[in-house]
């Protein structure tokens, strides 16, 4: 597994190119030592400020004592309402570093991590959430706040699994089956190159949510914080949008016209054409 990690590695000055094909190639990409120490901190201020404020305050609507490992609580803002007492968390989440890798991986225009997550994980007996892949197609950023490792339930990713979990959404789709109905649960002996992804607080995690994932079990003694963002390619499609249908027609004929143009010298990789015109 230690293996598999280092594959994943990147130095915070790693050209994003490198970063895409990381992405590519695996799913998901670690690059290490992201934000500076002063910037780490403000994010921990922030973080800590907004979940120690409660319900509604600085615009995120947090749920207390919930996790979906049940216990812990969850914050959630739009990036567009965020107030300047959370700056360092704004700044660092609609950075153009952020933007270029979204965009360069879908080829596309993208909302960049337009809905912001902090989540507190804290012991329970109930893992954060299963093995599955995510319906809703995007390319998410998390930064975790403390160091994480299998005992503090952290991220666990199915390496390579990406394009399986990107023609099982489009397979459901193209069958006709809503986005928010598309079977997703992975039993455990459908994985190949599962993987702790353990990092230090301040190191960023970018992956395709397509591919496998799970949230672990944080142990007594331990927590998680982490703060996430969602990029997704522009029209972002629904939870409720069907083949074929209005909805899919309007969308998909203004995200081909945008999939046939090459952005700079990158071309957009074959496999992806489907994917971005039927989303998830």
């Known amino acids: 597994a230690m293996k598999n990690l280092n594959l994943l590695m990147l130095e915070a000055d790693s050209e ?14 670690v690059i290490k030592n992201f934000l500076s120490e002063l910037t780490l901190s403000a994010l921990q201020y922030e973080f800590d400020q907004v979940l120690s404020a ?22 959630k803002c739009k990036t567009v309402n965020m107030t300047e ?28 991590n337009d809905d ?12 954060i959430l299963p093995w599955h892949f995510d319906r809703q197609q995007s390319l998410k950023f998390y930064i975790n706040l403390v160091n994480v490792s ?17 023609f099982r ?20 002996e459908e994985l190949h190159n599962p993987t ?11 992956f395709d949510p397509d591919g496998f994932h799970k949230g672990g079990v944080v142990s007594v003694g331990y927590e998680r914080k982490v703060i996430r963002g ?6 972002i499609r629904g939870y409720n949008s069907r083949l074929f249908d209005a909805h899919w027609w309007i969308q998909s004929c203004l995200n081909l016209s945008k999939i046939l143009k090459t952005r700079g010298s990158r071309t957009l990789p074959r496999e992806r054409l489907t994917r971005a015109n039927l989303g998830r």
Not at 196 to 206: E, K, M, Q, R, Y
């Open 150 to 166: 299998k005992r503090n339930g952290s991220l666990e990713y199915d390496i390579g699994s990406h394009r399986e979990g990107h």
């Open 116 to 127: 912001i997550y902090l989540t507190h994980d804290l012991p329970s007996k109930k893992q």
């Open 85 to 112: 007492d959370v700056k360092a968390i704004k700044s660092t989440f609609t950075s153009d570093f952020m933007r270029k890798v979204a965009e360069g991986y879908f080829g596309v225009d993208c909302e960049i």
């Open 54 to 75: 409660g319900e509604d305050h600085f615009n995120f609507t947090t749920n207390k004592n919930f996790s979906y490992g049940e216990n812990g609580q969850v914050a």
């Open 230 to 235: 969602h990029a997704h390619p522009i029209p």
């Open 196 to 206: 702790v992804i353990a990092v230090n607080a301040g190191d960023l995690i970018i």
């Open 16 to 29: 994003i190119s490198l970063v895409l094909e990381r992405l590519d190639k695996y799913g998901i990409c």
């Open 169 to 188: 959404a489009n397979y459901y789709v193209l069958s006709g089956v809503e986005i928010k109905n598309i079977p997703n649960d992975i039993p455990a």
